[in-house]
């Protein structure tokens, strides 16, 4: 399936070129219009190809490519779960399992969700390569938005950290944070001698969590966490600096097998403003049952 958008010439956008048509009509960036116009179906008026400097009549009607025509990430199509939540022509959005990498890496060939779903499109006859709007850590769970071309993409990373496109998050941590709601402000960056560890300093980049405690049971408390920016392991790293790490966070905390097999935090609510309708889409992922169960074996003591 190729994913096309069309507009009919309304006669105030006559005589028009078809770069500006395409650029202030259907939303489309320079970059996208430069890959689509090379393509021998990238640009269509009234099923005839044509070049950006072309000047449309009234009722014609100009019909544009948006879906990849190869794949360049060079990811693997392999067979795997999918959750998918939401899906449409545009995007879809998935609940990732814990444990399940985003993107193929060292020792995750084959086995990431970047792999399980461009072999969801080949089965289900969709064209496209792999478009993460965002990333989750490979053990965190729960809602992920996947752009199905590159315009939808574009659209939908320009908008993260917006009101247009909001993540909130359940955690569970050690300890219950005083105050019980707040915002934790401060940089990070690397921490020195690690390669994978980050760590609050002075020169870091900024990175702001708003937390409020939902529900605090006996020494661990469940968390609602929103970010106002997207620093890598921002929520793991801000919740240790307060003293308060992830239950079962084996990198800021203590690796607690017997209880979770990995950081209890889940991407639970997902708000946004659709690339292409300008809909408002909101979902939801209920939180896993390894982190309820951290909660139940409180109330139960």
């Known amino acids: 399936m190729t994913r096309r958008i069309r507009l009919t010439v309304a006669p105030e956008l006559a005589g028009?070129?078809?770069?500006?048509?395409?650029?202030?009509?259907?939303?489309?960036?320079?970059?996208?219009?430069?890959?689509i116009k090379w393509l021998p179906d990238g640009i269509l008026l009234d099923g005839e190809r044509v070049n950006t400097d072309c000047r449309p009549r009234a009722g014609q009607v100009l019909s544009v490519r948006l879906s990849d025509p190869a794949r360049r990430s060079g990811i693997v199509p392999a067979?795997?779960?999918l959750d998918i939540v939401y899906e449409?022509?545009?995007?879809?959005?998935?609940?990732?399992?814990?444990?399940?990498?985003?993107?193929?890496?060292?020792?995750?060939?084959?086995?990431?969700?970047g792999n399980f779903l461009l072999y969801y499109y080949d089965t289900e006859g969709i064209e496209g390569d792999f478009h993460p709007i965002h990333r989750l850590d490979r053990g965190?769970?729960?809602?992920?938005?996947?752009?199905?071309h590159p315009h939808a993409q574009e659209v939908l990373?320009?908008?993260?950290?917006?009101?247009?496109?909001r993540r909130e998050y359940l955690a569970v941590c050690e300890g219950v944070p005083n105050p019980a709601a707040g915002v934790i402000d401060a940089p990070l960056g690397p921490r020195p001698g690690s390669l994978v560890e980050q760590m609050v300093r002075s020169d870091g980049k900024a990175a702001r969590t708003r937390y409020e405690t939902r529900k605090a049971c006996g020494d661990r408390a469940?968390?609602?966490?929103e970010l106002d920016t997207g620093r890598t392991h921002q929520i793991r790293v801000h919740l240790a600096h307060i003293g308060h790490p992830l239950t079962g966070d084996f990198l800021y905390?203590?690796?607690?097998?017997?209880?979770?097999?990995?950081?209890a935090l889940h991407a639970w609510r997902l708000s946004l403003r659709h690339p292409v309708t300008g809909q408002e889409l909101v979902l939801t992922a209920p939180m896993?049952?390894?982190m309820a169960a951290l909660l139940k074996r409180r109330d139960d003591t």
């Not at 028009?16 to 890959?35: A, D, E, N």
């Not at 022509?89 to 969700?113: C, I, M, S, W």
């Not at 965190?140 to 199905?148: D, E, H, Q, R």
């Not at 990373?157 to 496109?165: E, G, N, Q, V």
């Open 79 to 81: 067979p795997g779960p």
């Open 222 to 225: 469940l968390l609602h966490l």
């Open 88 to 113: 449409d022509e545009d995007l879809l959005v998935v609940n990732k399992a814990p444990g399940v990498p985003v993107h193929p890496g060292p020792g995750h060939f084959d086995d990431t969700l």
């Open 288 to 290: 896993p049952a390894d």
């Open 157 to 165: 990373k320009a908008r993260l950290h917006t009101p247009d496109f």
């Open 253 to 263: 905390g203590t690796e607690a097998p017997d209880l979770i097999p990995r950081p």
């Open 140 to 148: 965190t769970s729960g809602l992920l938005v996947v752009a199905k």
């Open 16 to 35: 028009r070129r078809v770069w500006s048509l395409l650029k202030h009509q259907l939303g489309l960036s320079g970059t996208v219009i430069r890959r």
